[in-house]
């Protein structure tokens, strides 16, 4: 239904064009861009739907289809009565707002369209504006990449926008936001002027470094700033893909020995019967991953074979997969039978993975990992606890659910230190494209200070400062526009 519609409203555009400059006042007139067109809510049946355009012919196209004289007041909610121009025929009574650029949006004159949300009403709206001369359906991230290109955002703000609309959980929201804010932005300018300054200094050196006109120190003072930028940018480039796992989801492996418990805790987190949980030992064979909001952070939650000697050649398969997601995980959730710790299985997994991640120097890199001694409630009460010369851990019973609240605050701070708390400190790189360029500035550094000419010294700041001005969308390539703006739906 809704592909029909937007088709017939970019039939109802392939007529005659006129193509006009930007007016206040909403009048079209020759030799401007086209105006686009989109629905900007989501599609399906709601109660209110928002169509928007942006573009010098949005004032006439409002005044077309309003039957006005005079566009309604800018930036106030007015109801307006819609009709098809074309045959004069009521649509809906909708409210309708002004916004003439450049306070807008994307800089140009725009009109929203709040209309009932029938698919009915909307396919009629959709129509109507492709009927008006110098109007177009929009592309997909169009209107925000008409802000982009207007001086609105910047492109690191594009991709908190672009990461806020996708975002799932709590600290995915606060992250994008904080970066649509344009925290990412400001540093990296900060930055670009530091390197604007210190490149100055450098080439007033060349160019007057025998007149008497310089002050002393000029140099010298070029060197203390690239040295301060230097270690501001090893520190963000240090935090290890936080931001990205952030963005994309941490992967936390639940593994253990067969029959601990793997499969209800996996059930029990994501809420819902992802694996079948069985007495038998070896009812996992696969690797089963589901995402999940864990404490507000977003997670691959994977299920794995129990770790022992296949018995036959499908379930040695399955534990060589799950070695193999061990290796990958971020977090791993280490189970063990409370009431069975003796055993084994139990020995051999405490000796051997619990032992070897619990070896890894601590730092942000390295695997972190939570043993939860599941089954709890089959502990005697009065009985002694579990061995004393167990590592730190969790008890934990699926059955009961006891446990589980202590579970998920130790959760969320393992996560917190695998993602970066979205809420406190300098922003995160949520992109391997802003690791990159980082990277990049921090190499042209290098080759800064390595240089004995002053001539490559001023180019590689140059190229440092080219690689900021880059990651904010000032000297970015069109491939690198496209891949960004196409993650955008139509009316965004």
Sequence with gaps: MWRGLWTLAAQAARGPRRL??????????????????????????????????SGPSSGHALRILTAARDLPPARHASLRLLSDPRSGEPLDRALVLWFPGPRSFTGEDCVEFHVHGGPAVVSGVLQALGSVPGLRPAEAGEFTRRAFANGKLNLTEVEGLADLIHAETEAQRRQ??????????????????????????????????????????????????????????????????????????????VTGPPNAGKSSLVNLLSRKPV?????????????????????GFPVLLSDTAGLREGVGPVEQEGVRRARDRLEQADLILAMLDA??????SSCNFLATVVASVGAQSPSDSSQRLLLVLNKSDLLSRKG???????????????????????????????????????????PLLTRARHQHHLQGCLDALGHYKQSKDL??????????RGHLTQLTGGGGTEEILDIIFRDFCVGK
């Excluded at 009048?27 to 169509?51: D, E, H, K, M």
């Excluded at 079948?276 to 999940?292: A, C, H, N």
């Design 384 to 426: 002694p606890g579990p061995r004393p010369d167990l590592p730190p851990h969790l008890l934990l019973s699926c059955l009961t659910g006891e446990g589980l609240d202590g579970l998920l605050e130790a959760l969320r701070k393992e996560l917190a230190a695998v993602c970066g708390d979205p809420s406190t400190g300098s």
């Design 176 to 253: 994008a936001l904080r970066q649509l804010d344009g925290e990412l932005g400001h540093l990296c300018c900060g930055w670009a002027e530091t390197l604007t300054k210190a490149l100055a200094h450098v080439e007033a050196y060349i160019d007057f470094g025998e007149d008497d006109n310089l002050e002393e120190g000029v140099l010298e003072q070029a060197d203390v700033e690239v040295r301060a930028l230097e270690v501001a940018l090893g520190a963000h480039l240090q935090d290890a893909r936080r931001g990205q796992r952030l963005r994309s989801g941490a992967h936390v492996v």
């Design 455 to 464: 001539a490559l010294a001023a180019e590689a700041l140059r190229v440092a």
């Design 20 to 53: 006009c400059t930007r007016r206040s006042s909403g009048a079209p007139a020759p030799g401007s861009g086209a105006t686009i067109f989109a629905l900007s809510s989501g599609q399906g049946r709601c109660g209110i739907a928002v169509i928007r355009t």
């Design 339 to 344: 009431s069975d710790l003796a055993s084994p």
């Design 275 to 295: 694996s079948i949980v069985s007495p038998e030992p070896g009812t996992t064979r696969d690797v089963l991953e589901t995402p999940v909001d864990l404490a």
